[in-house]
């Protein structure tokens, strides 16, 4: 069964950091690009990070460029998000969900995780 399940979610304050995981179960990262999407409230959902599968090429949305950064772990089967200089408006339920291809493209993803609450502090 393929599963994706996020972590890491807490409250902090604007400024702080945060490191989110997404952990893999019923397949491996070489084969699947992994991508982090957030959903503040009232807002669609948007993509926030991406890294690839075969070769661990990474995408940014603008808005997390320079401050986020995305890794993975194959040995441990999963994804790291890590959030420095977090601000208000990262707040957001933070999700990962599978592709085979690298981008944000949300139809392009799958088996969507359950999400982790992020919640930023002014």
């Known amino acids: 069964q393929v599963q994706l399940v996020e972590s890491g979610g807490g409250l902090v304050q604007a400024g702080g950091s945060l490191r989110l995981s997404c952990a893999a179960s019923?397949?491996?990262?070489?084969?699947?690009?992994i991508g982090w999407f957030r959903q503040a409230p009232g807002k669609e959902r948007e993509g926030v990070s991406c890294?690839?599968?075969?070769?661990?090429?990474?995408y940014y949305a603008n808005s997390v460029k320079g401050r986020f950064t995305i890794s993975k772990d194959n040995a441990k089967n999963t994804v790291y998000l890590q959030m420095n200089s977090l601000k208000p408006e990262d707040t957001a339920v933070y999700y990962c969900?599978?592709?085979?291809?690298?981008?944000?493209?949300?139809?392009?993803?799958?088996?969507w995780g359950q999400g982790t609450q992020v919640t930023v502090s002014s």
């Open positions: 890294i690839s599968g075969s070769d661990g090429r990474t």
């Open positions: 969900a599978a592709a085979f291809v690298l981008g944000l493209a949300e139809k392009d993803f799958g088996s």
């Open positions: 019923g397949f491996t990262l070489d084969n699947y690009a």
